[in-house]
């Protein structure tokens, strides 16, 4: 038994014994009572879903789910996505399948419309609304409610001073007079006797509900705003033209609620591509300095010249075509053996290092004998090595040529397959020129023509024009996720800087038919500035009086 408990505590005997003695109750009662002690009342269905509820409102769960919303936000940014580089995807599985299977099955390429980024993302919504409604409430409430009464003893209180005036003061003009000096003070005030309570810095809690909501806005921003967003590359050629349509994009990623007829209906026309570049004698390579796109804006019947610049993108009507690369797209003309031409296109070859030597396919299905491949280099500047191969030693067309390995046999377009207009698969194609076959590759400078293997046609270097790769990306979360990042800002930094202060004034009848004058202040929190304010209540008060503030 504890010393200090008496000893005729109701559980200071065993179970059973003094219940049953002290209350009468039947056996059968006090035999269901097993317990030992108090029991507290069972919480329920009922009981548990507030449990659950008053948890995941509270500010210390919306702090875990942020911290948690970031943390989760950090694959993105390290494993390329489904959504933003599709390509990069792809290549990843091809250098790592083993870790590319165990990233994908936890969603990391799809970080951001994953499951378990969701489910934090929903949580963080549903507390932040939840804990921002009750206090709204209280706050609005608080902002009608009238300042608190003075209390009785206002020298317990911080920042307490004496004003001591002279005798046959009016008390009417003195409580009138504190009443002034709050005001003027930015006090919201009352008067309750002989008394002026005065309270400031709601502006506080009003920045701070401020905050949560554009955090809010943030969430519901990107919420509804993905489903109307999309992005699309494609690769625009010198003298040729895009228009923004699903079917005419080269790769497309969009929201749930994109269709044609919610694109912009307009289009692009590359008229010329200018690039800029300073030879680098320390490090031996080319630095680009300036690459500028002009391009004419079409829509309607009528034509709008603008250029696009890297990081200076193309606004139009909601839309931002941003320039992702460059390079050159050689024309080439295939004819057959009676000289008809079967073929005549320019043909995009993807740069492969910065002096631009470029990559790209040539695919011949119908006009020919057989079906022919071909996989061609480019050399903007080209030189001979000692080993006999060729290299661009600069990005600018000083010495364009072109090689172009062949190879004949099925494409496999007719399979209903799409097949990537960029690559060549020559798996179940015969290589008839170039590498060990005994025919040399077909070599083409600009302008010059060349008989291709087999008897096949003939084969000539045209022209060169330019290409661009282009990103048109519309995004409606802009608007209202930056806004709402302006009140996130100006929130914390109020909120940071505005002090919830109460202040009072008291009349109180002194000595020798005296009245002295109480003034003291408290704070919600910490306040380094309260003492100092008090103070500074006091001496307007005794100056505008023209009286002596008490030692």
């Known amino acids: 038994m504890e010393p200090l408990r008496p000893s005729d505590h109701y559980d200071s005997t065993p179970t059973g014994q003094s219940q049953q003695a002290s209350t009468g109750e039947n056996s059968a009662d006090s035999a269901t009572d097993t317990s030992g002690g108090p029991q507290g009342p069972s919480l329920g269905a009922s009981g548990w879903l507030r449990f659950i509820w008053r948890q995941l409102t509270s500010m210390k769960t919306a702090l875990f789910l942020l911290l948690l919303l970031a943390l989760g936000a950090i694959p993105g940014s390290l494993v390329p996505q489904r959504a933003a580089d599709p390509n990069g995807v792809i290549q990843f599985q091809r250098e790592d399948p083993e870790l590319f299977a165990v990233l ?24 932040l609304v939840g804990c921002i409604i009750p206090r709204t409430t209280h706050h609005i409430k608080a902002l009608r409610a009238a300042p608190p009464k003075t209390p009785k003893n206002l020298s317990r209180l911080e920042g307490y001073h004496l004003v001591e005036l002279e005798s046959g003061v009016d008390p009417d003009a003195t409580v009138a007079r504190a009443r002034q000096v709050l005001q003027k003070a930015g006090y919201r005030t009352a008067v309750y006797g002989n008394s002026v309570a005065g309270e400031k810095g709601y502006l506080r809690e009003t920045a701070n ?7 809010v806005g943030v969430l519901l921003g990107l919420a509804l705003g993905t489903g109307f967003k999309y992005s699309g590359q494609r690769v625009i050629v010198e003298g040729t033209s895009f228009t923004n349509q699903l079917a005419s994009y080269d790769s497309f990623t969009s929201g749930a609620f994109v269709d044609d007829e919610s694109l912009v209906p307009y289009g692009l026309r590359l008229e010329s591509f200018e690039a800029e570049y300073e030879f680098d004698t320390n490090a ?26 890297v990081n200076q993108p193309l606004d139009y009507e909601g839309t931002s075509v941003y320039l992702l690369g460059n390079g050159f797209a050689p024309r080439v003309t295939i004819t057959n053996p009676e000289g008809d031409v079967v073929y005549s296109e320019p043909v995009v070859f993807l740069p492969q290092d910065s002096n631009l030597t470029s990559l790209g396919v040539v695919k011949i299905p119908d006009g020919l004998d057989e079906q022919v491949g071909m996989l061609g280099f480019f050399y903007p500047s080209a030189v001979v090595l000692d080993s006999g191969a060729l290299s661009s030693v600069f990005p600018e067309p000083q010495q364009p040529v072109m090689t172009l390995n062949v190879f004949t046999g099925d494409l496999g ?36 023509s060349a008989e291709l293997p087999h008897g096949l046609g003939s084969i000539t270097f045209e022209s060169l024009p330019r290409f661009v790769s282009v990103d048109i990306h519309r995004d409606p979360t802009q ?9 996130i800002v100006a929130g914390l930094v109020t909120s940071l800087f505005v002090v919830r202060r109460r202040a009072w004034i008291k009349v109180v009848e002194g000595g020798d038919q005296q009245t002295v004058i109480e003034v003291a202040g408290l704070s919600r929190g910490d306040d380094p500035g309260l003492d100092a304010a008090m103070d500074a209540l006091a001496k307007e008060f005794s100056q505008g009086a023209e009286i002596t503030l008490k030692p």
């Open 413 to 448: 377009l007719d399979e209903g397959i799409p097949r990537n207009v960029y690559s060549l698969e020559t798996e179940d194609m015969t290589q008839i020129a170039g590498g060990d076959t005994g025919n040399p590759a077909v070599v083409l400078g600009l302008g010059q």
């Open 479 to 487: 608007l209202p996720v930056g806004i709402s990042s302006v009140f």
């Open 284 to 309: 031996g390579v080319a630095q680009p300095l300036d690459f500028v796109a002009t391009v004419d804006v079409l829509r309607e019947g009528t034509s709008e010249q603008r250029s696009i610049r």
């Open 209 to 215: 509900l401020v905050f949560h909501f554009a955090l």
């Open 104 to 127: 994908d099955a936890l969603q990391l390429f799809d970080t951001y419309t994953s499951v378990w980024f969701s489910a934090i993302y929903i949580l963080l919504f549903i507390s």
